[in-house]
Structures are given as structure tokens and as C-alpha cells.
């Protein structure tokens, strides 16, 4: 049984060296003697350098074994076919074995053709042009996907912040941002005001004109409180029914105008007190300020703006200093 363990294509030098090598290894393989396959060679060598300048696109030349016989075959110019001995090995070898080596001589072979290493080279540039397309689309999926998550968990955290009437900041929001804004103003040494605002006789509208014009009367006082503060600066809040609250990012004259831009736009009905943070200042000891200035505010006829430091003049009620609401 012949058995073809390998096939070359021969054209130059560089190829029938490859060619030696491969059949030598095949012969010490199987037990054969190297140096009788060697001097063979150097005869089969020239007689292929010959046969392959006649023939176009180069001379395919295979290594085979029958029985105990090692071969090189070729086709020259005009079909003539040539079977040239390489060596005998001692012994027969199994088809097993036979098949192993010319396994290994063919990924030996495939390893050192340069047509099939650049063909083998294209491919993987190809699949790996193709991975880092599909790893770049995935990322992008998951980037996508993240910006998603990012938008989501922001909505989730406004809804959550977020008075659903007004779109004021509410209540949770407002104790959450006092907090933080008392911490950072009194780390970088900043002044920080609080105005507190209570709509006049809101109970008594709401009861007379219904509950739709309560909540547009809500609106109205949001759109006022909006429009005269910095945006996304100043943090407008509705900490209450008809109770609201302003942090501004600034001193107690600058909180003082804006209170006064809110009671124009809400035609004098609105009280209001502003307070200043203090060296030590926590959100309670503010909010306590502030709210005796609105109580300030109420007691003199409402529909005004009162300050904390005017809770020292001589009409100031005692009641004011506790910060009780009227």
C-alpha cells in the first residue's frame, strides 16, 4: 500500500531545500539512514532543479512510502512520470505511524510555505478585523446600555426629588440639599441664605375657588420662584402645602432681592422670611432663623419680606425669636 505522505510545489532553490529537509526528517522518522538519504538527495536535487525549469507554475513533487520504501515523485514536462528511491527503512511501517508523520510533516510544511502563511496571515488579520469589529459593536451596546442605566437611575432620582405638582424640589429633597450646601458653603467659607415663603390666606382661595385653582395658584407661585432665582444655582422647593423654600447660593441681601422679585410677581400676597448661615450653623439652627423672620413677616400684616436681623427691632414679637408660625 503507498501512502503520499507529503506534496510540494518546487520552483526555486529555497523550495527544493525545503523539500530535503522535510524528506530527511521522514526518513530519520522511520528508522532510515540519513546519510544515504543525503547523498541520494544530492542527486534527486539537480535532477528536480532540471525537471522544474520545464515546467510553468512549478513542479509538484511528493514524498511516498511503499512498504519499506521511501520515494520522491514527479510529473515533467510532457506527463512523463518520474519515481525516484530516497531509502529503505528497516522495517515496515504501520499505517498508524505512516499517517502520524505525514501529519506532522504537512503542519510542518504549511508552517514554513510563504503562500500559505500569508494566506493563513490574511485570515486571521480577516477574523480578527471581524473581532474587533463585534467587540467594538458590543461595547458600544453596553455603552449604550449604561447611558440608559445613567438616564434612568437620573430620572428615577428627579422623580424621586421631584414635587410633582410645582416640579419644585419637595420635602426630602429640600432637608438633603440644605444639608450638603450648609457642609460645602462652610468648608469653602461661603455665605448661604435661606428664604422661607408661606402663601397668604391660600386655605381660604382654596376653599372659595376650588382645587384646580389652588393647584394653578401652586404653579403660578413655582413659575414666580423660578423665575427669580439663578438656574441650576439657586434650589427652589416646595417643602409643604402652601409652604415653600428658596436655598440661595449667596449672602443675606442677595436672598432679600430675591424674595422681593417673588412678592412682585405674586402681587403682594406671599410672606416671607430670610435668614443667613452662621459659623457653626446646622440645618436646624438655619431653618429656626428663617422661620422666625416669616413669623416676623405674618405679624406685621403679611405680604411682606422680613429678615433675621430684624427680629431684634422693638415691634418684633417675643414669638418670633422661637420661631413660631402664625
Request: glycine share 8%; aromatic share 4%.
Amino acid at each position: 500500500m503507498e501512502k503520499r505522505l507529503l506534496e510540494l510545489s518546487v520552483c526555486v532553490e529555497p523550495d527544493r531545500r525545503r523539500l530535503a529537509r522535510f524528506a530527511l526528517d521522514a526518513v530519520v522518522a522511520l528508522g532510515g539512514s540519513p546519510f544515504r538519504a543525503t547523498a541520494r538527495l544530492d542527486v534527486l536535487l539537480h535532477a528536480l532543479r532540471e525537471a522544474a525549469a520545464n515546467v510553468e507554475g512549478g513542479l509538484q513533487v511528493a514524498l511516498v512510502a511503499h512498504g519499506r520504501e521511501l520515494a520522491l515523485y514527479w510529473e515533467e514536462a510532457g506527463g512523463h512520470a518520474c519515481r525516484e528511491r530516497l531509502d529503505l527503512v528497516p522495517e515496515e511501517p504501520s499505517e498508524a505511524s505512516l499517517e502520524a508523520l505525514s501529519q506532522r510533516l504537512r503542519r510542518g510544511s504549511e508552517s514554513t510555505d510563504p503562500e500559505l502563511l500569508r494566506r493563513r496571515n490574511a485570515r486571521f488579520a480577516a477574523e480578527l478585523e471581524r473581532a474587533r469589529e463585534r467587540a467594538a459593536a458590543e461595547m458600544a451596546e453596553l455603552e449604550a446600555d449604561l447611558e440608559r442605566k445613567k438616564a434612568e437611575l437620573q430620572r428615577s432620582i428627579r422623580e424621586a426629588e421631584t414635587d410633582s405638582l410645582t416640579g419644585l424640589f419637595n420635602r426630602g429633597a429640600f432637608d438633603a440639599r440644605l444639608e450638603e450646601s450648609l457642609l460645602h458653603c462652610a468648608r469653602q467659607d461661603e455665605p448661604l441664605s435661606l428664604v422661607l415663603l408661606d402663601l397668604d390666606f391660600f386655605k381660604q382661595m382654596n376653599d372659595t375657588h376650588g382645587h384646580q385653582f389652588g393647584d394653578d395658584y401652586l404653579r403660578g407661585m413655582a413659575d414666580a420662584m423660578r423665575a427669580a432665582i439663578r438656574e441650576h444655582v439657586d434650589l427652589p422647593c416646595r417643602t409643604g402645602g402652601d409652604e415653600f423654600a428658596i436655598i440661595v447660593f449667596g449672602d443675606r441681601d442677595a436672598a432679600a432681592g430675591v424674595a422681593q422679585r417673588v412678592l412682585a410677581a405674586m402681587e403682594g400676597r406671599v410672606s416671607i422670611g430670610v435668614g443667613q448661615r452662621a459659623d457653626g450653623d446646622a440645618p436646624e439652627d438655619l431653618v429656626a432663623r428663617t422661620d422666625a423672620a416669616l413669623y416676623l413677616a405674618k405679624h406685621r400684616g403679611r405680604g411682606q419680606v422680613a429678615t433675621e436681623l430684624e427680629l431684634e427691632a422693638p415691634d418684633a414679637p417675643a414669638a418670633a425669636g422661637l420661631g413660631a408660625r402664625a
